[in-house]
Each structure stands twice: as C-alpha cells, then as structure tokens.
C-alpha cells in the first residue's frame, strides 16, 4: 500500500508540474500527501489482539497560537490552558524552528471509537486579587482582542473548523479562536458573531469547550484496520453550572473587564467518531484546500496573467530576432571602406563593451549570491512540486531551502571569482570574504534584530540560543569553507575570453535621449516582470502573513520558469537599445534593470499592509518591514543575476557573430 500511494504521489506532482492548466478542471485530483498511514483500532477486550500494530489511543497535539492582527506567535503554554506535564515533545526540524512552531503533547486524548460526552479536561481559577493570576487573566483577553487561533493536530492532520461562508459555500480554518470579544458599543468581533448569545457589552466570551468529531475510513482487507480521514471540531461557551461535575449547559462563559473575585473557568471536549467510506486516506487534505479563498479562484485571473506575460514575452523575442537579424546581415555585408565609415548603433561600441564596470568587485559578490539563491530556489521548487515538501511535511520547504543554500557556496564562489578575474581584479582574497560574508551578513544581521524583538515579546518564533548557534556553525563550517574552495577553482581557471578586443582609451558616449539613460530604463524594466508574478505574490503573502496553507507549487513552478523568461528578454531588450545609442556601460545596468523588481516587490508588500492586513502593535510592524526587507534583498540578487547573465549571453553572442575590422 505505502509503494501504491509513493508511486501515486509521483505520477500526479509529476503531471501538475507539466500541465497545471489541466488541473481547473478537477482540483480534486490533486491531493497533498503526509508521512506513512497509521493504523487504527478499538481497544483489545481482556488483553486480546495485543500484539497487533494498530493504536487504539488517539493523541492531540497543540501547536503555537498565531493571529491575523499580529505578527507575534506564541507557545501553546505562554496562555494559561490545561496542559499535561512529563511528556516527551515531538522533535522538530529546522524549518519548524524558523518559522515558530512549538508542536507539544496536550491533555485532550481519546480512544478510538470511544464516544465521550462532556469530559471534564482540567479547571483554571483565577483571583483578581492576585498579581499572577491577574496576569494570566490579562493575557488571556490580549489573546481574544487579537483573535489569537489554537492549532491542533491529529494523526499529522489538522483539526479544522468548518463554518458557513456566502455563496453557501463552506470554509474549513485549520485552527480556532481562543474567544472573542464585545465592544462597549455591543459590536461582536470575529468568532462573536456566531452565538447571538453572546451580547453583553464590553465583555470577553472564551470557548472552553469543544465537540470534535473524527471521521475515518476502513481499510481494505485489513479489517478491522482504520485509517483518521479527516478530523472537524466546534467551539462553544459553557460557564457550567458545576465546574467539577460539568454537564455542558447553561449560558456561555464570560470575562467582564470589570469582573472582580474569583474567576472559574471549566475546559470540557465532547467526541464522537463518524465512518466515511468515500474519502481515502490519501487525499485526506483535499477538503481543508477546496475551501480556502485562493482555491476556488481565481484559476481564470492566474492563467489570464500567465498567457499575458507569455505573449509579451513571445512579442520581445520576435522582434529582437528580426531586428537583430537584419543589423547581423547588414554588417556583415559591409565590405568598403565607404560602408564602414557608415557604421553606426552597437557595431560602433565593439572597442568598449566588454570594458571592466566600476564596483566590479561588487558587482561580481551580487552574481555569485545570486547564482546562489537562484539554484536553491530551482531546487526547492522542483521538488515541493514534486509533493516531497507539502504543508503535510511541517518545516520541509524552509529545511530544504536552508540545507540547499548552505551546500551552494560552491558555485557562490566560483562564479563570483570567474566575473571578479574577467573584469581585471587583483584582490582575490577580498572578493572570496566579501562572497561568503556579504550578502549573507546582512541578512543575519537582519533577521538577529528581528529575533531580538521576539525575544523580548517573548513570542515562540524566536530562535534558541542552540539553533542560532547551530545556524552559524552551518555558515561558518560548511557554506565558508565551500565558497572558498569555489573561489580557488574560479581563480585558478583562465578568465574570460571575450570575442573582440578593448580598446585602451574609452570611446565618449554621446548624449542620449530620455528612454536610453539610465535610471528611466531601469525603472521600466523591472513592470513586466513584476506583472508576471503579482498574482502569486498576493498567495504567497497570504500564505506568511494571513497563516494560510500554500500548495499551488506547480502553478508557482510555472511562474518561476516564466519570470526567468521575462526577466532575461526585458534586460536583453534594453540592453540593444543602449548599445545602439553607443553606451556600453551595460554590466551594472542589465543587473538593475531586472534586479529592480524587487522595488515593485517592496511597494507592493507596503500596500499590501495597509491594504490587507490588520497588523497592530509597533513590535509586529516593525517585524513586518524588517522581515519583508530580507525578502526584497534575496529577490534582488535573484532577480538581477538572471538579468546580468541573460544580457552578457546576448553581448557575446552579437559581437561573436558579426565581422569586426
């Protein structure tokens, strides 16, 4: 069966990744695979069937508590829940780590095919009286203010909350709120407005309680083998009318502001178990990604963009060929001396295009960083649209992009050596430093900052002190050593050669017009990039900052492979017309002119704060910009490679082609 599902999972990623167009039609054939299917079975009457390898309990894990309106998570156990003491934490992977989530044992735990009614979990008391319990108590109403969401998880599935949205459509949250809360003016925010019950002024309600309902499926010829398909729940509000002997009525539990004494809060669970013999265990996930917004979409906005971009794209490379065409033909037909006095455009600059840039040293430590994340994020992406880096493979697609980068300062070092030779450098050994350390530096400097203030909110997405240790021993042990053994093998190689010869004096650029200076065509050049990638920008922010599952990787692998295309025929374009108004100074500008949609990147991540979402607090916003900031460097050198090496291919090859006297 496990062989079935791998070859399964193979065949479709494979298919999404060469036709996703196809996929429109039936988004349910894609399904997002987890770990290896466990079993499931009632417990053993008198000891019997006790050596059989299915489980009969049924274990719920708690993840961190995040919120739309912050960007701080938290650990399940900052707030004052019933929790469960010695018991092993499930270990987590490097991704998991960065991205903040804290997967713990909790005291809500089954067996299966038990139903319970009303089980009593645990009871909080607070006393207003007392500081620690005042605190608690403060925290807590933080948290419903600012919608904080619980995260629970069985059998490697989340426990979702399906509720009614418009257009009769059903949406599945794969979390729930902590509470809610009324305003002074009786408006009821986020999850209040489901109980009418919930009325009073100025006053928190807090779901303590919850009827989970598990579905399951049996497996075939393994009876009686069950297999956990799907896993819903609903909170509720009980003030219980007994808090030791709770019988879940009576009216819902409320947290006045101007509550004093003592506080009794009961925390119950009802669950019940459902057969469903139509939904296999492999396409398990397939009912939580049909109801999220960017599912249902919005399939006709992304292809509409997509076969915009690929008709521009088609546009500019036909009418580079022909007019590039008809310069090579004309040139190299030129035989007199009247004819070559005639010269004129790109042939005219032959003496100086391939001249040294300023900053070169600069420049080359951007195109090895560059050639760096360009590979990882290749890789990355092939595989998760492959299925091996799905959200059901918590932290998979941060550890592989981490493990990726840190084993790529090979090439890192070598191209960035390669170019630093070509352009005449001498100083090798400030070039290899400024490879590894450079770019890298500053995006630990950034992201040490961002994890200072974390640390000081105490939020779980902060880093330990160990991994943070454990992240430098990877980039001063591994990525270091490997960028310089890069660096030797590109120094030791003989530089670049060129197909025509400089000249030793540079040729005097004539005044250009307005579209041929430079800034204008760095500014036009990053649009249509840009407008390539916008549409799965929008997802993929949602997917980081709205805590929404993203799993539309064959579609992004497409648009990867398009942005690629776009970004090389842009700078390719602009960079004819700067060769034909005689400036040759094309290095720093073919890197720019693609490089500057991370510009259009930044803009659009501004507008996409105060548009969007609802982010409070200076700690969160601050958190925001400084982790945006990370992203629009690494898609700068990204996006700029692609432009520099698309525009030197086409600069070689033109001047490789045609007869220079």
Not at 124 to 151: I, P, R, V, W
Not at 262 to 289: C, G, H, M
Not at 561 to 579: N, Q
């Given at each position: 069966?496990?062989?079935?599902?791998?070859?399964?999972?193979?065949?479709?990623?494979?298919?999404?990744?060469?036709?996703?167009?196809?996929?429109?039609?039936?988004?349910a054939?894609?399904?997002?695979p987890g770990?290896?299917?466990v079993?499931?079975?009632?417990?053993?009457?008198?000891?019997?069937?006790?050596?059989?390898?299915?489980?009969?309990?049924?274990?719920?894990?708690?993840?961190?508590l995040?919120?739309?309106?912050s960007?701080?998570?938290?650990?399940?156990?900052?707030?004052?829940?019933c929790?469960?003491?010695?018991?092993?934490?499930?270990?987590?992977?490097?991704?998991?780590?960065?991205?903040?989530?804290?997967?713990?044992?909790?005291?809500?735990?089954?067996?299966?095919?038990?139903?319970?009614?009303?089980?009593?979990?645990?009871?909080?008391?607070?006393?207003?009286?007392?500081?620690?319990?005042?605190?608690?108590?403060?925290?807590?109403?933080?948290?419903?203010?600012?919608?904080?969401?619980?995260?629970?998880?069985?059998?490697?599935?989340?426990?979702?909350?399906?509720?009614?949205?418009?257009?009769?459509?059903?949406?599945?949250?794969?979390?729930?709120?902590?509470?809610?809360?009324?305003?002074?003016?009786?408006?009821?925010?986020?999850?209040?407005?489901?109980?009418?019950?919930f009325?009073?002024?100025?006053?928190?309600?807090?779901?303590?309680?919850?009827d989970?309902?598990?579905?399951?499926?049996?497996?075939?010829?393994?009876?009686?083998?069950?297999?956990?398909?799907?896993?819903?729940?609903?909170?509720?509000?009980?003030?219980q009318?007994?808090?030791?002997?709770?019988?879940?009525?009576?009216?819902?539990?409320?947290?006045g502001?101007?509550?004093?004494?003592?506080?009794?809060?009961?925390?119950?669970?009802?669950?019940?178990?459902?057969?469903?013999?139509?939904?296999?265990?492999a396409?398990?996930?397939?009912?939580?990604?049909e109801?999220?917004?960017?599912?249902?979409?919005?399939?006709?906005?992304?292809?509409?963009?997509?076969?915009?971009?690929?008709?521009?794209?088609?546009?500019?490379?036909?009418?580079?060929?022909?007019?590039?065409?008809?310069?090579?033909?004309?040139?190299?037909?030129?035989?007199?001396?009247?004819d070559?006095?005639?010269?004129?455009?790109?042939?005219?600059?032959?003496?100086?295009?391939?001249?040294?840039?300023?900053?070169?040293?600069?420049?080359?430590?951007?195109?090895?960083?560059?050639?760096?994340?360009?590979?990882?994020?290749?890789?990355?992406?092939?595989?998760?649209?492959?299925?091996?880096?799905?959200?059901?493979?918590?932290?998979?697609?941060?550890?592989?992009?981490?493990?990726?980068?840190?084993?790529?300062?090979?090439?890192?070092?070598?191209?960035?050596?390669?170019?630093?030779?070509?352009?005449?450098g001498?100083?090798?050994k400030?070039?290899?430093?400024?490879?590894?350390?450079?770019?890298?530096?500053?995006?630990?400097?950034?992201?040490?900052?961002?994890?200072?203030?974390?640390?000081?909110e105490?939020?779980?997405?902060?880093?330990?002190?160990?991994?943070?240790?454990?992240?430098?021993?990877?980039?001063?042990?591994?990525?270091?050593?490997?960028?310089?053994?890069?660096?030797?093998?590109?120094?030791?190689?003989a530089?670049?050669?060129?197909?025509?010869?400089?000249?030793?004096?540079?040729?005097?650029?004539?005044?250009?017009?307005?579209?041929?200076?430079?800034l204008?065509?760095?500014?036009?050049?990053g649009?249509?990039?840009?407008?390539?990638?916008?549409?799965?920008?929008?997802?993929?922010?949602?997917?980081?900052?709205?805590?929404?599952?993203?799993?539309?990787?064959?579609?992004?692998?497409?648009?990867?492979?398009?942005?690629?295309?776009?970004?090389?025929?842009?700078?390719?374009?602009?960079?004819?017309?700067?060769?034909?108004?005689?400036?040759?100074?094309?290095?720093?500008?073919?890197?720019?002119?693609s490089?500057?949609?991370?510009?259009?990147?930044?803009?659009?991540?501004?507008?996409?704060?105060?548009?969007?979402?609802?982010?409070?607090?200076?700690?969160?916003?601050?958190?925001?910009?400084?982790?945006?900031?990370?992203?629009?460097?690494?898609?700068?050198?990204?996006?700029?490679?692609?432009?520099?090496?698309?525009?030197?291919?086409?600069?070689?090859?033109?001047?490789?082609?045609?007869?220079?006297?």
């Amino acid at each position: 069966m496990k062989v079935f599902l791998r070859v399964r999972l193979a065949v479709m990623s494979a298919f999404l990744c060469a036709a996703p167009l196809l996929l429109v039609q039936d988004a349910a054939a894609f399904y997002l695979p987890g770990l290896a299917p466990v079993s499931f079975c009632e417990k053993p009457q008198d000891g019997k069937d006790a050596q059989r390898e299915c489980q009969d309990k049924i274990e719920v894990f708690v993840n961190r508590l995040d919120s739309v309106e912050s960007v701080l998570p938290y650990e399940y156990t900052a707030f004052d829940f019933c929790t469960v003491e010695a018991e092993k934490r499930p270990s987590e992977n490097l991704g998991q780590v960065l991205f903040g989530e804290r997967i713990e044992p909790s005291p809500y735990k089954f067996s299966f095919k038990q139903k319970e009614t009303c089980k009593h979990v645990c009871t909080k008391k607070y006393s207003t009286g007392k500081a620690e319990d005042k605190a608690n108590l403060d925290f807590l109403k933080k948290g419903m203010l600012l919608n904080y969401q619980h995260h629970w998880i069985v059998d490697n599935m989340p426990v979702t909350w399906c509720y009614d949205v418009e257009d009769n459509q059903k949406f599945c949250n794969p979390g729930f709120p902590i509470g809610c809360y009324v305003t002074e003016t009786g408006l009821a925010k986020d999850a209040c407005v489901v109980n009418s019950e919930f009325n009073d002024k100025d006053t928190f309600y807090i779901f303590n309680h919850v009827d989970i309902t598990i579905y399951y499926h049996n497996v075939e010829n393994e009876a009686p083998d069950s297999r956990l398909v799907a896993a819903k729940m609903e909170p509720k509000s009980y003030k219980q009318n007994n808090p030791d002997a709770p019988d879940c009525t009576g009216p819902p539990m409320s947290l006045g502001n101007k509550l004093n004494g003592d506080i009794v809060v009961p925390y119950t669970y009802s669950v019940q178990f459902k057969e469903d013999p139509n939904i296999r265990w492999a396409s398990r996930w397939d009912y939580i990604l049909e109801s999220m917004p960017h599912t249902n979409i919005q399939w006709f906005s992304i292809m509409n963009s997509l076969v915009i971009v690929l008709f521009l794209s088609g546009m500019v490379a036909m009418i580079m060929l022909r007019t590039l065409h008809k310069d090579i033909a004309r040139y190299n037909q030129m035989d007199s001396v009247e004819d070559a006095q005639e010269e004129f455009g790109w042939k005219l600059v032959h003496g100086d295009v391939f001249r040294p840039p300023r900053k070169g040293m600069l420049l080359s430590v951007f195109l090895g960083s560059g050639t760096q994340i360009f590979i990882m994020t290749f890789v990355t992406l092939f595989f998760a649209c492959l299925g091996f880096l799905s959200p059901a493979n918590r932290g998979a697609l941060m550890t592989c992009a981490v493990v990726l980068w840190v084993l790529l300062g090979t090439p890192a070092g070598y191209i960035a050596a390669r170019f630093y030779k070509s352009f005449g450098g001498e100083k090798w050994k400030t070039n290899v430093l400024l490879t590894a350390f450079l770019c890298p530096g500053v995006v630990f400097a950034d992201f040490f900052l961002m994890n200072l203030i974390l640390w000081g909110e105490g939020s779980s997405a902060a880093m330990p002190f160990g991994t943070l240790v454990a992240i430098l021993a990877l980039w001063f042990c591994i990525s270091v050593p490997l960028t310089f053994v890069g660096a030797y093998f590109g120094f030791k190689k003989a530089g670049i050669e060129h197909p025509v010869r400089t000249n030793q004096i540079p040729r005097q650029i004539p005044e250009q017009s307005f579209y041929t200076k430079p800034l204008p065509g760095i500014v036009m050049g990053g649009i249509l990039p840009f407008g390539c990638i916008f549409i799965q920008l929008f997802f993929i922010l949602n997917s980081i900052w709205s805590h929404q599952m993203y799993y539309m990787f064959g579609f992004l692998f497409l648009v990867f492979i398009i942005l690629v295309i776009t970004c090389s025929e842009a700078t390719i374009l602009l960079c004819y017309f700067h060769l034909c108004a005689e400036d040759y100074h094309w290095q720093w500008r073919s890197f720019l002119t693609s490089g500057f949609t991370a510009a259009y990147f930044l803009v659009y991540a501004v507008h996409y704060f105060f548009s969007k979402l609802q982010i409070t607090g200076l700690a969160s916003t601050i958190l925001y910009f400084g982790y945006t900031m990370i992203m629009a460097l690494i898609f700068f050198l990204f996006t700029g490679t692609i432009g520099f090496f698309a525009c030197f291919w086409f600069v070689t090859k033109i001047y490789s082609v045609v007869k220079v006297d």
